[in-house]
């Protein structure tokens, strides 16, 4: 499917070769059940889990210490905004403005489409180092205010100004 969490299934598998991180992913729908032979297959298969959907995304995200996307297609992902707000570092194929949503600092961290060896190195450089983690953490909390509703309020405010041809 679009959310392509096959890729992250096997780039897990790849990425944590010194076996210390767990992988939850969370959703539901009609591949559920090939990802669920997916993931007990893996050779990480004790590390993963399908926790389904969830009412709690912000829970979900304060257990995080990584954010990662899968996807084939995306534009702009709201949960990508939340994990930015919750201070977490994001790892996401570069499809749509992804790259473009996080800090610069996180950028190197969103490779192109379909580099599925760039997608493992990130997320194994993103595992295997803690500080990395927490100074793209930063930096994406810091960027996500670019997102919150005052900022929007005045952008679309100074957009339609413009359109109006007043100046904003």
């Known amino acids: 499917g679009e959310k392509n969490f096959a890729r992250l299934i096997a780039a897990f598998a790849r990425a ?7 992988l939850v992913i969370y959703g539901e729908g009609p591949q559920q059940d090939d990802l669920r032979g997916r993931a007990a297959q893996s050779p ?8 389904g959907p969830t009412a709690a995304p912000q829970a979900a995200l304060a257990g995080a210490d990584i954010f990662a996307l899968s996807s ?4 702009t992902p709201i949960s990508l905004i939340e994990a930015m707000a919750s201070g977490l570092p994001a790892l996401a194929p570069g499809v749509g403005d992804i790259r473009l949503m996080v800090s610069a600092a996180n950028a190197a961290f969103i490779p192109a489409p379909g580099d599925e060896d760039a997608y493992v190195a990130a997320l194994a450089a993103l595992i295997d180092d803690a500080g990395l983690r927490e100074r793209l953490g930063r930096a994406n909390l810091a960027k996500s205010a670019v997102f919150g509703e005052t900022a ?7 957009l339609y100004a ?3 041809g007043r100046a904003p």
């Open 44 to 51: 990480a298969s004790d590390r993963i889990s399908l926790a």
């Open 16 to 22: 944590d070769e010194g076996q210390r991180a767990r």
């Open 152 to 158: 929007m309020i005045e952008a679309f405010r100074a």
């Open 162 to 164: 413009r359109a109006a």
């Open 72 to 75: 084939d297609t995306e534009q």
